[in-house]
């Protein structure tokens, strides 16, 4: 008879990013928010954190460095006794030989003197998403009642200032951002922001992104990126990381036998679980998900399943076989594919309509017009000595 846990470990080669939902609430109401459940005041319960890291720590997935993502809602909307009392726990369960990380990805609206005192305490990395200056932010991250949320944001990176808590934020483009590569820059120097990730309005789930319908976001992407990277190159120590540059040099400047993995199409790679103890892989946004072909993207429950048997279940044989198709087909078909390794399922089958497909605006977007700027910038640079 079959070993489980060995059919198991030949699916799964490693955990490398836990991402918890300790509740689907979000304080805020943001425009473009594809999270179905965010209204809901429901929370993770002692038993069910203990259950997920009991498991994957005994899981042999883990290996060297667990990365946790407290995500989705918003999690600063639970006391800091509940992540004092959680993080206490985990490294009791704690193996000595693994380390933990914990990150928290916030709107930081939240954000005041004691959580920046935990963050600093805890060393936990943090994230917070604001979309530029106010009037690109709150066109879109807006309170339940309507209100832009910029203020209470602004307030917040500034106390992690203050604190000097490291942080990075979060941008999300939309195409009149995008235009306005100075106006961000200005702003996120003026605000002694130094770590930027951008991303762009996406379609996942029910949401319908408007960015993908305008015609030349290909370009404008391109030009918002580039122009940005010069501006930030002709002011060293402002800008210390631009995250799609930074990526996009990585993939391409590798050496010819250095390991590539695209952590978003591994099983278990990525692992979700939301306040329920439902347990998902591959894109995390897939968690909170329904589809008429899949139905739910659920593979169990850590606490009536043993994460194990997770890889055995029917629907993970399912999806498994499709993402691996389109990974195939990437493979086969895109001049790209040896920096990005087949995408991201969620985009494919937002955009679509299947894992089993290959393009989509947002690979376009974050792949292959961030490649291509890093290879003009490699065709103009002046060779060494020169
Ligand atoms: S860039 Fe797009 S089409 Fe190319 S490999 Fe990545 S996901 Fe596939």
């Known amino acids: 008879m079959a070993d489980p846990g060995r059919t198991a470990s030949r699916v799964v080669s490693r955990i490398e990013l836990l991402v918890v939902q300790p ?37 042999g ?10 995500h989705a809602g918003e999690p600063m909307v639970l006391p ?52 530029g200056p106010r009037q690109f932010h709150d066109h879109n991250r807006l309170t339940r009642s309507g209100r832009g949320t910029f203020d209470r944001t602004i ?40 770590r930027v990730c951008f991303n762009v309005e996406e379609s ?5 992104s408007q960015s ?29 990381f631009i995250r799609e540059i930074e990526h996009a040099i990585q993939q391409v400047i590798r050496p010819a036998d250095a390991p590539f993995g695209n952590q978003l199409v591994e099983p ?17 946004e897939l968690l909170g998900l329904k589809n008429p072909a899949y139905e739910d993207f659920l593979l169990g429950n850590i606490n009536r399943d043993a994460l194990i048997d997770l890889p055995q279940r029917p629907n993970f044989a399912t999806m498994l076989a499709d993402i691996q198709a389109g990974v195939a087909m ?29 393009e989509t605006t947002y690979c376009r977007l974050t792949k292959m017009r961030a490649t291509d700027l890093v290879l003009d910038a490699l065709d103009h640079a002046p060779l060494a000595g020169s």
């Open 23 to 59: 509740t689907p609430f979000c304080n805020i109401d943001c425009l473009y928010c594809y999270l179905p459940h965010r209204g809901s005041k429901a929370v993770v319960a002692r038993e069910t954190l203990f259950n997920l890291f009991s498991q994957v720590f005994a899981s």
């Open 61 to 70: 997935w883990v290996r060297d460095c667990l990365s946790v993502v407290w």
């Open 80 to 131: 800091i006794g509940f992540y004092r009392d959680a993080f206490r726990m985990i490294e009791q369960l704690r193996p000595p030989e693994l380390g933990v990380q914990h990150s928290f990805q916030t709107n930081g609206t939240l954000i005041d003197e004691a959580w920046c005192a935990f963050f600093a305490d805890a060393h936990v990395n943090v994230g917070v998403s604001i979309d």
């Open 155 to 194: 307030r917040g990176i500034r106390l992690l200032r203050r604190h000097e808590v490291p942080f990075h934020v979060i941008s999300v483009l939309s195409p009149v951002s995008m235009a306005e590569p100075r106006e961000m820059f200005d702003f996120y120097v003026e605000e002694g922001i130094e």
């Open 204 to 208: 996942e789930g029910e949401h319908v």
């Open 212 to 240: 993908f319908a305008e015609t030349g976001v290909d370009r404008a992407y391109y030009r918002f990126l580039s122009e940005f990277w010069r501006l930030s190159a002709n002011a060293p120590g402002k800008i210390t």
């Open 268 to 284: 278990f790679a990525i692992t979700s679980m939301d306040w329920a103890g439902n347990i998902s892989t591959f894109s995390p």
């Open 330 to 358: 990437c493979r086969e078909r895109c001049e790209y594919f040896s920096v990005c390794g087949g995408g991201e399922p969620v985009n494919k089958l937002a955009e679509n309509g299947s894992f089993v497909s290959t």
